[in-house]
């Protein structure tokens, strides 16, 4: 008689909407209310849904009466880490306002790091230098940074 081995695993595979909440990325969020620089950081093997998990598929079904957290007249169920963030921090803007506090300002940057070369996203090219100074800390030389007033500044054109 044969050996049978059984086992179970506790993989956890949420929504994009769990994985949001469940992530810490509303608290990343805080910090940058708060002052702080936030980034987040992807990593993994080939095909294990690092793209996915930041933004969602590449052609998103839109869902207009999809729930928070965070949503918006417009977003998708499947929006990934980097829409839901961005959508979540505008809202919390304007739900806790400006009024008494210094003024508020978003920049936004996206680039990949692949096959240890630096990507600019919003603006491809060539390969980019990350570069260091006493003054500005590691950055990433000629990447493009955006000013967004709006949540529907961050939105690539359709």
């Given amino acids: 008689m044969a050996n049978i081995l059984s086992f179970s695993s506790d993989i956890f595979h949420p929504d994009q909407a769990t994985f949001f909440t469940e992530s810490g990325m509303a608290e990343l969020v805080d910090s940058a209310l708060q002052g702080g620089m936030c980034t987040a950081f992807a990593f993994g093997q080939t095909g ?23 949503a918006s007249p417009g977003c998708s169920a499947d929006e990934g880490l980097l829409q839901r963030s961005i959508r979540c921090l505008f809202a919390r803007m304007e739900r806790e306002g400006t009024a008494g506090t210094p003024a508020v300002s978003v920049a936004a940057s996206y680039l990949e790091i692949y096959n240890e ?31 967004c007033a709006t949540v529907c500044a961050t939105e690539p054109p359709h």
């Fill in 48 to 70: 294990s849904g690092k793209t996915y998990t930041i933004t969602g598929p590449e052609t998103p079904a839109v869902d207009p009466g999809a729930p928070d957290p965070p």
């Fill in 117 to 147: 070369q630096v990507l600019d996203l919003l603006n491809p090219g060539t390969p980019l230098a990350v570069r260091w100074t006493a003054e500005r800390g590691f950055y990433v030389d000629n990447l493009l940074v955006l000013q």
